[in-house]
């Protein structure tokens, strides 16, 4: 027993002194290649200088001239021989970032496709007509309202329809109300919405049908599937944190909840990739399951309030 | 039940479920113009209201809209299919019409009537006094399946996470991988790293594991987060994950997951 455990613990010294080594070789290597990269890059012409220099350091009486002599050597064969083809590697390597970065670029340009192509449900569609001619025989002045909220809506939606200046706070949210003015023209008491958002955000860059793809999930997933119907709520908030100013646009909703086996679908993973292309790290797409049940959804990017928006009317 | 009327004639029945109100509306009536002699017994806004109703009433027809809270049209439709006629009405469902047009059961199109509907009725009025249809029954089942495909083993998607006071709710699309952590499990994402109760063997079981690997008794990776492999000078394969400064360390027994590499 004793003499293994001895074993075991000579064993570990050996292992831990090996470790060390290697360390120590890691080390050794990086450095190594970090002056070789170095060489590749140099430019000749600074290269002779600092040779210069060392000659005159390596003559005084201090110097090494044998060191200096051999570290010359060494240096001038390396830049002959391999620089050039390091230099190369170097610049392939290089050449390979930028690539990523126009990779970027396309995605992002994808991502604004998607977005485009965000399509108008053609149940929800289809739903509304039907509606309108209903109201029509039965509540025209009602069917004349959800006709206008059928336009608005379409306009914000349909990609060639979609003005410019559209991404804005203000435009999305008046989308919204179109939208869910329809569908409370649809659900009757099965659905009651509330919406808060502060005056100043209104003109806050925001970009386009992220509100409408949370707000269609809600609905869909948290509350047409609900017997009893719910609420949905709509709120937007500025603060103040340690990576400047945040604007928060929640949806709130008190439906069945999540089903966390239900893969995020296309809305999500497109709403969550537009804001990483768009904001990088400085944006979120937070959702949360409230302790009294339902979803709340959140898009938090960076606020730029619009400080001339109130002189602009 | 049929209700007579005093000249004998069996008076039809129908019950219309339909989740929006104005739609029951427009379909009642519509058919009273169509089929001034049915009777509409009831109207339910649900699939479970509507079987529920269609028990006690007894109707000879059901028209059953498609979506519903709670319970489908077509989930209703299973548990009705004998003893009763029926007849989906929606407003848009391609699959529902690409199977009706295979079969003898009828569907309406919202906003349904005119001579559709009046086409609907002499169909209805002749079948009335029989037996629903095989048919219907073939093209329940085949709604049905339509409605729910084959029965793929259902993977976690999202995480769930207390944060704050809060209940975070993570897509596994997000997280970057799980590394154990004791009686707990960290997750990582690229904004941030959260500690979750589930052990790694509970997440790896209840994982897709083509959506996850694991390289590592304590490691599960997103493979889609995986940008290369690389041998560090000990001969360790090392997983870098993209955007993430960390590597993670891929143990002996794993290293065939990257064995084209």
Redesign the interface.
């Known amino acids: 027993m004793k003499k293994n455990r001895l074993a075991k613990a000579g064993y570990d010294n050996a292992k831990s002194l090996l470790d060390i080594v290697r360390e120590i070789g890691d080390t050794a290597a990086g450095l190594w290649w970090r002056f070789f990269d170095w060489l590749a890059q140099v430019e000749w012409r600074k290269l002779i200088i600092i040779w210069l220099l060392l000659l005159i350091v390596g003559l005084t009486p201090i110097g090494l001239p044998k060191q200096t002599g051999f570290f010359i050597l060494l240096s001038f064969g390396l830049k002959v021989l391999a620089g050039g083809k390091r230099k190369a590697e170097l610049e392939a390597r290089e050449a390979t970032s930028h690539a990523d970065e126009e990779g970027l670029e396309r995605r992002l340009a994808e991502a604004r496709m998607a977005a485009l192509q965000a399509q108008v449900e053609p149940h929800f569609l289809f739903n509304t007509l039907a509606l309108i001619g209903q109201l029509i025989e039965t509540d025209p002045p009602q069917a004349a309202l959800i006709h206008q909220n059928l336009i608005d809506y379409l306009r914000a939606t349909l990609p060639q329809m979609r003005a410019k200046g559209a991404g804005t706070l203000g435009r999305q949210i008046e989308m919204s109300r179109a939208y869910l003015a329809i569908m409370q023209a649809r659900m009757r008491s099965r659905l009651a919405v509330s919406i808060d958002v502060p005056e100043e955000t209104l003109s806050a860059t925001f970009p386009v049908m992220m509100l409408q793809i949370l707000i269609e999930n809600a609905i869909k997933h948290g509350l047409e599937p609900k017997i009893a119907g719910g609420r949905i709520d709509i709120r937007a908030s500025a603060s103040v944190s340690t990576s400047g100013q945040m604007l928060h646009v929640e949806v709130i909703d008190d439906g069945i909840g999540f089903n966390t086996h239900a893969g995020d679908g296309v809305g999500l993973a497109n709403v969550r990739e537009r804001l990483r292309i768009l904001y990088g790290n400085r944006a979120q797409l937070v959702i949360e399951k409230p302790l009294i049940g339902g979803t709340r959804a959140c898009i938090c990017i960076p606020y730029a309030p619009d400080i001339f928006a109130g002189s602009a009317k | 039940m049929n209700v007579n009327t005093p000249g004998g004639q069996r008076r039809a029945t129908a019950l219309i479920a339909d989740?929006?109100?104005?739609?029951r509306?427009?379909l009642r009536?519509r058919l009273q113009e169509a089929w001034p002699g049915l009777e509409i017994v009831a109207e339910a806004?649900?699939g479970?209201e509507a079987v529920a109703l269609a028990g006690q009433h007894q109707p000879d027809i059901v028209f059953l809209d498609i979506?519903m809270?709670?319970m489908s049209g077509i989930e209703a439709a299973r548990l009705l299919f004998n003893r009763c006629h029926l007849v989906f009405v929606t407003?848009?469902?391609q699959y529902a019409i690409e199977a009706f047009e295979q079969g003898a059961l009828d569907y309406l199109l919202?906003?349904a009537g005119g001579e559709r509907l009046r086409t609907t009725c002499a169909r209805l009025q002749t079948l009335i006094g029989q037996r629903p249809s095989n048919i219907e029954r073939q093209l329940t089942q085949l709604l049905s399946s339509q409605a729910k495909p084959a029965a793929k083993p259902?993977?976690?998607?999202?995480?769930?996470a207390v944060v704050g006071n809060?209940?975070?709710?993570?897509?596994t699309?997000?997280v970057l991988f799980f590394r154990a952590d004791e009686k707990y499990t960290r997750v990582q994402t690229?904004?941030a790293e959260v500690l979750i109760r589930k052990t790694l063997k509970e997440l790896a079981d209840e994982l897709d594991p083509d959506e996850f690997w694991r390289i590592h008794r304590s490691t599960l990776v997103r493979v889609d987060a995986i940008e290369g492999v690389t041998r560090?000078?000990?001969g360790r394969q090392m997983v870098k994950i993209r955007n993430f400064p960390e590597q993670l360390e891929v143990s002996r027994g794993h290293t065939h997951l990257f064995q084209q590499m």
């Open positions: 989740d929006e109100e104005p739609m509306q427009q009536s806004a649900n479970i979506r809270p709670g407003a848009y469902d919202k906003p259902e993977y976690l998607r999202w995480i769930q809060n209940l975070r709710m993570i897509s699309r997000e690229e904004q560090d000078l000990r």
